[in-house]
């Protein structure tokens, strides 16, 4: 060391999560508005006029369930209902799949508890033919339609002779295009620039749909997440790039990916992208974030990238265990609550909903998951063996099998 | 089949006429063209036909691309259609498998192949497999192009043959072609194939046949009969190898700058060797390998590419695998060395005629 400086050495920052197990979490590192506080710019705003908004937070739902503000949006008690239906439906289809899970019935899960007004409101905001690039964790994208199945998707996560996809992919890796679904990967970020080339493909052939991308805190930190930005203020590309800041990605907080003392959505307007940060447990909030970026981008004027601040209350998957790197009670105590808690409190707020209502609504649900469990059971689970033909699995490498495959199968005897 | 293009196909010395039976009937003339000049017209063509064809990369919109393949594309098809792109491998690709699944049909440039590893996981993980994750929900019927090889003094940023790394990943076709003539109908080809084509353009072969002696003039493809293009549409099949030059002797497997090196070869050692133009590297056209093979009794694979795991590897298996027993003699395996690509000793590196040369040689006194 040449002892020459007049400072104190270098040390090296690695930044940790404020709570760990056994010590409670201090959220003030959120730095949450209060909700109504924060102005809506129309939407033809440029990315300079969005520099205040992608610090601070748009909400609409306040403490007592009042929509309050700017961004309060003009939704019909009925379609609230809808969307609260649509997330309590998403929470048990979860719930059952990660029983199904524990039985063997499928290999793995991913639940979004704690996420699901992100997915539901943002579809509720899309129209027909736009296309969502999502990760494993927007199944409330499909779950909030009226025109997919919870029969077909279970019989992708089982894996069985109805999967859709021939048992290739691991569950909730879902492709469904005639319902704006694109095909999930599961390498992460690598959709997030996709989408902004589906969106460049529309605006090429003078179409009107738009796409949606997304990503997670902690993949922002992949390349492709800041290839897609530049590509999508470079094109204008009429897309929105939804960023999920759930604060964990697997173990690791949001910090490590580069949330500490700054947004993702900042992100966003150093590539010169109009950027919000959002209340993702708000329902409301949501919707108007959402239905505002689709407007912009279906007006021709350009991309939004949105910061959805939420928090991953279940595990990554069912092959972990946060309890081992997060306190227990952490989403108990997270400021932004419960989704699903707030819009109830809400509609019942408004005179709409009630305690016995919301009751028979989750027991009519349960029932109608249950059934759809059973009659996707009728066609095997991964447990019993009613899984698609090997066979099949040297079909669509390519268009048309070359003979390569050919003889590999043969090779295989079947 | 047009008349004229077929024509062309018997009069082009190193072109079995099966193996460019052409597709379509607007085939015109035989012009002359440079490898350059025939991809441009095979973009041409197929923007024309198809408005679904859209063309970006570094460089490739206003100025027309550092080779030159775009030029003029933007002007005459908008700049919705050919257009410059971020320097990004992996946003070129990406994008381009976004539009591929909103149903366009990209082609896009690499500049370098030397520059396509930021863009392997696309490519890899996403373009390969878009159709067997999806069950054909989706599909990625994408081009890729991409200059590779040495022979211009670009040093191992500006010189590689990664054909190996594509080889070996499923769901992906890797064509390379070695003359104009291929080189457009090949193109027209994986533009209108479903399946995503990494398509590797020897650039040293860009404006001229080049057999390895690099003392020598450069022979332009005016003076040359594979540098006779019909203009307007034709497409070659994008599984189809070529019998370049008809022997007995030896069968020499190569592809891209090697097909001319290796015939160099044979005329100057005397050796009677027939060489198979792979031009489809994978999937291959194993059946006429093998029939080369099970009729001369020896077999030389030659490529420009490092030699460990390279792609004459799997061609050195496939051929023992299928006809250990008509073999005569060990197969030999002429390739670049197993070191980066170097600048000034360049001609070391490179598996010039000479070093063919005493292959063939060893293959037929064993």
Redesign the interface.
Known sequence: MSGMSEYAPLRLHVPEPTGRPGQATDFSYLRLSPAGSVRRPPVDTSHFDTQDLSYTLVRVLDDEGRAVGPWAPQLDAATLERGLRAMMKTRIFDARMLLAQRQKKLSFYMQCLGEEAIAVAHSFALEKGD?C?PTYRQQGLLLARDDVSMVEMMCQLMSNARD???G??LPV?Y???RAGF??V?G?LA??F?????????????GDTRI?SAWIGDGSTAE??FH??L??AH?YRAPVILNVVNNQWAISTFQAIAGGETTTFAARGVGCGIASLRVDGNDFLAVYAASAWAAERARRNFGPTLIEWVSYRAGPHSTSDDPSKYRPADDWKRFPLGDPIARLKAHLIAIGHWSEAQHEQAQRELEAEVAAAQKEAERHGTLLDGGIPSAATMFE????QM???LRRQRQQLGI | MSKQATVQAADAPGLDAAAVSVEGAQAGKPVPMTMIQALRSALDVSMARDARV?VFGEDVGYFGGVFRVTEGLQAKYGK??CFD??I?E??IV??????A????RPVVEIQFADYVY?AT??IV??AAR??????????APLTIRMPCGGGIYGGQTHSQSPEAFFTHV??L?TVMPSNPYDAKGLLIAAIE???PIIFLEPKRLYNGPFDGHHERPVVPWSRHPLGMVPEGYYKLPI?AASVFRPGKDLTVLAYGTMVWVAACAAEETGIDAEIIDLRALW?MD?ETVLASVRKTGRCVVVHEATRTSGFGAELAALVQEHCFHHLEAPIERVTGWDTPYPHAQEWDYFPGPARVGEAFKRAMEA
Not at chain 1, 196 to 203: D, I, P, Q
Not at chain 1, 396 to 399: A, N, T
């Open positions: 296309m690039f859709p996809l021939k290739r992919q890796m492709s469904m295009k694109f095909s990967s390498n690598t959709q620039i996709q989408a902004v080339g589906w969106g460049m493909a529309s605006a090429i052939a796409a390349s492709d290839t897609a530049t590509f470079v669509d490498v390519y268009e070359p003979d390569h | 859209v919705s259609r792109t971020p990004s992996s946003g990406g994008v381009g498998i976004g539009m699944g909103y149903g366009l930021p996981d696309q993980s996403e878009m159709r067997y994750r999806s069950v054909g929900d989706f599909s499923c769901g076709r194939c479903n399946d599984d999937p194993l």
